[in-house]
């Protein structure tokens, strides 16, 4: 932000003394606004300099009141440069205390932002993963950066934020960092979290976001087809190590469980549900929602598979899991084997289950959102895409009822 300074050094002639000497001050203004102080300097009416600002002659006196004007102006310098550095707000108001040596210390928004941090890493496993710590973390590293390219600081003043810094915000991320659309609204979001909590704290007057608008861009969310599922599942791999990551693949398209929810998932919350079927009793890791799912015969078959796998008997989970880092690896060299042609990550799996086994084979989308632990229908509307084929058949049924009607009045008009 933009600011001014000035100094100009004066003399009262209002309160000259009887010896003819006026008291000298200095003025200071900040932005168009004045800071008027008394140096407890007083000076020979006839000897001020008005103009210059300064005391006439070489005298001994007249030298050493000109060089405490000097420090006084290096002073008003020195502070100006201090607060630029490290991205204060200059206002009559800040400045003013750092003058006067009030030390009521601005609100920085790096420092805000590690204090939601640090209690986002105090809630995790209560309100947060883990992974939203590593989010926010990067968020703070971004907004870091941003300062250092930007503004050549470490930190901000949170009352220097605008309109213009938000924009600005988000070029870096589209420029130096090349993130995505969607990513980028992802950092922005989190960097609008932060600010809103200095709203309600009343620490901001205004919003700096008033006016910036980005909206997220659909994106189509690949799934596997009923082909090339059963292509993975019928395959026979020639290691354990891509047989066991198959299974836990497999497993998660048939109940729609994220990479974290199966990691986590525990014998007892496999229970018998309405009318004696097993279900999956469990929450959400990320939402903390309850997930509800009666489970399909090949989820079955594979928690059978790995009943007795030690892995599973020490942990009491379902099944034996690697690190998500290394599932989407083994993943990738599944999709290779098994000549499938798209990036497979393991949250395929969950796009799978919404699509290609439920919504496709007419199950609900009420239905499917529940048992996806979703908090509302549209964030399942996000996830399942309904398959061609589905329109296709529905548009066939309809085109048969068409049909016979259209056969049933022809039957009636050669009756009549």
């Known amino acids: ?15 000259t003394t009887k010896e003819g000497l006026a008291p000298v001050y200095v003025r200071i203004t900040v932005n168009g606004n004045r800071i008027d102080q008394s140096l407890q300097k007083f000076v020979l009416v006839a000897r001020w300099d008005a103009a210059a600002g300064r005391v006439k002659g070489n005298n001994p006196e007249a ?93 901000i003043d949170i009352n220097r934020l605008n309109f213009e810094f938000v924009s600005d915000y988000e070029f870096w991320l589209r420029t130096q960092k090349n993130c995505g659309h969607n990513t980028t609204l992802k950092y922005i979001a989190d960097l609008r979290k932060v600010i809103n909590t200095c709203i309600r704290k009343r620490w901001l007057v205004r919003d700096p976001f008033i006016g910036f608008k980005m909206t997220r861009h659909e994106v189509d969310k690949d799934f596997l087809t009923d082909e090339e599922l059963q292509t993975i599942f019928s395959k026979d791999f020639e290691t354990d190590r891509l047989n066991q990551v198959r299974d836990v693949f497999i497993f998660s398209c048939f109940t729609g469980l994220a990479y974290a929810d199966v990691q986590k998932l525990k014998r007892t919350e496999v229970a018998r549900g309405i009318e004696g079927d097993y279900w999956v009793f469990t929450k959400r890791q990320k939402t903390e929602t309850a997930s509800r799912i009666p489970l399909l015969p090949v989820p079955l078959q594979i928690i059978e598979k790995y009943k007795d796998h030690p892995a599973c008997i020490n942990s009491g989970k379902i099944l034996p899991i690697p690190s998500n880092q290394k599932m989407n690896a083994y993943l990738k060299e599944i999709a290779n084997i098994s000549k499938i042609h798209k990036n497979l990550t393991f949250h395929i799996a969950r796009h799978t289950f919404a699509t290609t086994v439920t919504l496709s084979n007419g199950v609900p989308m009420e239905s499917v959102s529940k048992m996806l632990g979703h908090k509302n229908l549209k964030t399942t509307q996000h996830y399942a895409k309904i398959l061609d084929r589905k329109v296709s058949d529905d548009m066939k049924l309809l085109r048969e009822k068409f049909t016979a009607k259209e056969n049933l009045n022809k039957q009636s008009k050669s009756i009549g």
């Not at 300074?5 to 004066?10: C, P, V």
């Not at 502070?79 to 400045?95: A, K, N, P, Y």
């Not at 590593?134 to 930007?150: E, G, I, P, Y």
């Open 1 to 15: 932000m933009e600011h001014s300074i000035s100094l100009l050094f004066y003399i009262r002639k209002s309160k």
């Open 63 to 155: 030298k050493e009141l000109n060089t405490f004007l000097d420090a006084i102006r290096a002073k008003a310098l020195k502070m100006e440069r201090e607060m630029v550095q490290d991205g204060v707000c200059i206002t009559l108001e800040s400045f003013r205390e750092k003058w006067f040596g009030v030390h009521d210390r601005p609100r920085m928004l790096l420092e805000i932002f590690q204090e939601h941090n640090n209690q986002v890493t105090a809630l995790i496993g209560k309100e947060f993963a883990k992974a939203t710590l590593t989010r926010f973390n990067t968020s703070k590293d971004h907004v870091s950066a941003f300062l250092q390219w930007k503004y050549k600081i470490r930190d």
